[in-house]
Structures are given as C-alpha cells and as structure tokens.
C-alpha cells in the first residue's frame, strides 16, 4: 500500500513517489531516507546526466564547490574525476564516508566514495 512513508522535511510527492517504487518497503525506504539526511551526499539522476562528464561534474561541484568541478578536463576519463576527487578530498577532508545515491528507476542504487585514504 504506498502512501504510508512520512519524514519531516521531505516532500509528500517525493514521497509518494518512493512508495510506488517500493511498494511494501516503507519501513525500509523511511530508514534510507532517515539516514541519508544525516549523512553526506549527493543525488544524481543518470537520465539528466547525458554524459559521464556532467555525471562527474554534478558530484564534484555537490562535494566541493564549483572550483572543483571546473578542475575537469573537457573529456574527463575515470581516472581524471578520482584524482581531482583526491586531491579536494585532502583540502577539504570528509568526516564520513561521502555517498553517491543514483535517482534511476525503478531501485535506488547506492554507491560510495571512501574517505581520501583510497
């Protein structure tokens, strides 16, 4: 039955949504959501993020600022992103684990970025 999920500060249509998507796993999705206020993050949704380099710019500027992202160059591989991840990581280092959360349907994907001593 969707439509049971309730958290303060989250947007009832947001909500509904996640409740369609997981239906019968309210208490799971509210647990999630519970957590992922209180920790460091950033949503990206793979369908608005046509290229990997938006992809990698939308993470760093969510992370570190918009002086981050501008470090990437034009056609950034894998390894550009993670050695600029890096270095902003050292400057400005995270006190927890920094998570990725995909917005992709129909599951929340979850993935995460360790703390700088990779």
Known sequence: MAGLLELPGYDEERLRRVSEQLPCRELQAGLLL?????????????VECVSVALLFEKV???????????????????SDFVRIYRQQSSQSPAKQT???VSR?????IIK???????
């Open 34 to 46: 519970s957590l992922m206020g209180q920790l460091p993050h950033v949503t990206v949704s793979c």
């Open 98 to 100: 920094r998570y990725i």
């Open 112 to 118: 995460h970025l360790k703390c700088p001593n990779l």
């Open 104 to 108: 992709s349907q129909p599951s929340l």
């Open 60 to 78: 760093l500027q969510s992370f570190f600022g918009g002086d981050a992202a501008s470090l990437l160059p034009r056609s950034p591989s894998l």
